[in-house]
Every structure is written in C-alpha cells, then in structure tokens.
C-alpha cells in the first residue's frame, strides 16, 4: 500500500471534459490531459484491500490494486507489464469502459472509489509514449493455423494471445477496416480510430494477418476454412438489431443506430459516404428511441451533425439519480448515466412508448405517435398521455437480438442457445469440434471488456485444444 492514509487525505479527481459547445464542433475524444503526478495521487487512495472486491467487479481479473501501487511510486515500466499480463488492450478499456471495477470498489461503500479506469489509461498511454509497448512475437511455431472470423475485441483478443502462442493466426473481418465495433460502433469522440491502428501494428508485427472485405458464407467459403485451419474462432458479434415493428416503420427516414453511426465514422476516416445512402442528422428533427449507450452515441453524433433538435426516447421508467436499493455496493448500481453527449444537448424522456409513425406525400417519417407508459413488465399505456411528435429522422437504438442467423451460422452447423447466440461447452467450443466462440456472438450484447476477456479465454482452450505445451492466458 503506497500511502496508508491517501484515501483520508486525497479526493477522488478526474480530467475533465472539454466545454460541450467545443467539443460539438469536432470529432476529438472529449477528455482534457490528466497530469501525470493527478494520478499518482489517485493512485494512493487505493486501500490495496486484503480482499479487493475491484477485482471481482472486472470481467479480465485485472491485478489493480498492484498497478494502483507502482503508480503511486512512479514505477511505470512494471504498471504498463502488469496492466498488460491481463488485458491486451487496456487503451480501449481505459477509454470507454463502463468501468465494473469501481462499482464494486471497497472505497465506494461511503466515498467515491478509486479512479481506476483513468489510471488503467494513463499507465496504457505511458507506456506508448515511453516504447515499452513491443511487439512480442511467439519465439517457436507450432505449425498450427487458426482462423478467427470478427475483428472486435473479441476476435482481436483472441488473435494475439493464439499467434503469442505460436499459431498461424488469419483474422476475417467482412468490414473494410479492422476493429468491430470499436471501429464502426463506438463513436471517434469516445474513441478515436488511431488508438485501434497502433495496435493493430503491433499485432502484424507479431504475425497475425488481417484480410478485410472477407464475408465468411458470403464471399469466403466455409468448406474451404474447415480444411485450411485446425481451429476456427467464431467472433462475429451480436448484429441482429432490435426492431420497432409498428405502423409506418417502413417510412424514409427510419433507420437502426448501426446504419447511422459506421457512415459518421467513415467520413472522419476519410471516406465518401454514396450519397443515395447517406443518413444525415443535420437541420433534422432527430428522435432517437432507445435510452442506452448506443442511443447516447446516436445523440453526440446527431448534435455533432448539426441536428435542429434531438430527443432521446425511453421505455423504462427513469433510474433513480442515486444508487439503488436494489444494487447495493458490490453490485452494478441502477441509477441514472449521463453520459458525456447528454451534456451536450437533447432531451431524454422516460416510460414513453412509439406507437406509430406517420409520414408525409413522399413518404418520409414526418411525425411519431407515443404515449406515457407503466411500470414494467407490462408498460401499459396510460390513457390521455398520447402525444405527436414531429420527426424527420428517427434512430432506433433498442440493442441487439444476437448474431446474425443464416450465413456462416448455418453453413457451419452450429447449434444456437434460447436466446439465438452461438452454443458453446465450458471450454467455449461449439457444437462442431475445433470451432470455438467468443464475445457477443457467444454471450450476446455485453461490453468490450467481455469481448477482450472471453477472447482470451476462448484463446487458452483453443491453444489446449491444439495441444501445444505452451499456455496462453486462460
Ligand atoms: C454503438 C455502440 C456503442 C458501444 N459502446 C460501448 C462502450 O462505450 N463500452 C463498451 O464496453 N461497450 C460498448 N459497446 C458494446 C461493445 O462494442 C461490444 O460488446 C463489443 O464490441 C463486442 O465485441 P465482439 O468482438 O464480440 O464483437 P464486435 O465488436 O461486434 O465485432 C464483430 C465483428 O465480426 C464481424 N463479422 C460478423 N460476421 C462476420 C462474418 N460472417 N465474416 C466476417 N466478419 C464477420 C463484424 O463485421 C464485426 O466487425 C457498444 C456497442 C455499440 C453498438
Ligand atoms: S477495492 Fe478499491 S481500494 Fe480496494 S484494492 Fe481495489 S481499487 Fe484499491
């Protein structure tokens, strides 16, 4: 324990946002520079509790309350090792990790826990800087050779630890650009896309091959996989989006997050978006249904587009502004987010259920019929709170109903779970010997430090599954 009374004498401290009138003008990541020496203190109100409950709270069992302690005495070199030995890409989990940790953080249970999530990011972003982040290729082959199809964090995960390990390791990505949802989901203000680049280098140095525009089932044949590799990692996501299905759905103008928020990122990479395709929130009346994260994102994107208004509608009943009784410490707490894009414009609205939508002589979305409902599981409407709402460009944001069925799925043969995600043993093999899962496509929608933490795991019954004596980390 690095300073016995830093948690008395240090309050919790975190870098602050650039101004929302700013950072609506750009596409930048959002967050000011945190020194340094901010951090080391913060370092110190880590308690290094006999049991740290930080621990249970996070999916890659990262050792915190040791890299808490280098921190603190400026021993950088062996924070940036140790973050390393759990999580292969603490830089994205540093960014835009929900951060389970410091939920469940013994500090949390009567002050606000300790900022682990901006010094998992400081020690990622030092050891950048420094060049302490190598390349580690695998000193001996095996001769093996492993497909991993999806380029998220989990098949990303999943990948290095595998060519680590010495196997010939091919990611398939049907995208024209490396990354899953990292890349096309989560927003260049959350995450900006050279962070992804730098350690995609890293990996090619390593010897992982990346081929992208390659649709397994589509235009890269299953057949010809199974032959080609002794082992197949299925990391495809969960890309089914949840659909309104009421009337007027059909209406121009109505579109899933995830046809909005790729064709943003595309163009600050660089690329023209066609223009019969282009979705646009600028000058629109966005209404965007879905109360969660991604409907988050769609906000800071629209606002960032130029949008005339922007309202983000949810079904659910408003969380509480605190923790919950219901969540008590351990636990993820309910209670209500704002997230960065709701300081920055919009409205949110609670228990509000979409009806129908009406749309004008063309065609296009021109008004969305709600009304208030209640409590869940029922959300029944409650008379005489009806309301029309004006709304040009609509944005569905309900989550995702599992992988994509059909295709590769269904070439391969696997077997599904109840909820339609890929079937796996406790060793995360599917239902066909030597295809194994991870991440979304396995467990459905999560987060990407479950994507990184299934992507090494699946990595480690893999390698076991080839049989080579090394281990990977499992
Ligand atoms: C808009 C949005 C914002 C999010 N924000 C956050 C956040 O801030 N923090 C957080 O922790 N989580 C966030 N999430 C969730 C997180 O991104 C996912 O849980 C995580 O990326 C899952 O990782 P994965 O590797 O399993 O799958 P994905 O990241 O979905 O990657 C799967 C990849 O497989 C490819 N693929 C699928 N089928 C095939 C095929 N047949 N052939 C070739 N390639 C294929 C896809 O193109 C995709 O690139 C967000 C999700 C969304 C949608
Ligand atoms: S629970 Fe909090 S205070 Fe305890 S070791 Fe973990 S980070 Fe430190």
Known sequence: ?????????????LPTRRAAEVRVKDWFEIYEEFPQASVQQQGARCMECGVPFCHTGCPVNNHIPDWNDFVYHGRWEEAVRRLHSTNNFPEFTGRICPAPCEASCVLGINQPPVTIKQIEKTIVERGWEEGWILPEPALEKSGKKV??????????????????AGHDVTVYEKADRIGGLLRYGIPNFKLEKHVIDRRLKQMEAEGVKFVTNAHVGVNVDVAQLRKDFDAIVLAGGSEGPRDLKVPGRELKGIHFAMEFLPQQTKRVLGDTVPAESTILATGKKVVIIGGGDTGADCLGTSLRQGAASVRQFEIMPKPPETRSERTPWPLWPLQLRIESSHEEGGTREWSLNTVHFEGDADGNVARLHAVQVGLPPKFEPIPGTETVIEADLVLLAMGFTGPIRG????????????????????????SEKGIFAAGDMRRGQSLVVWAIAEGRTTAGYVNAFLGTAKGVGA
Do not use: W, Y
């Open 147 to 164: 497909a991993v199809i999806g380029s998220g964090p989990a098949g990303l995960a999943a990948a290095q630890q595998l060519c680590r």
């Open 407 to 430: 295709g590769m799925l269904e070439q391969l043969g696997v077997a599904l779970d109840g909820r339609g995600n890929v079937a796996t043993d406790e060793h995360s093999m599917t």
């Open 1 to 13: 324990m690095g300073k016995p009374t830093g948690f008395m004498e240090f309050e919790r401290a």
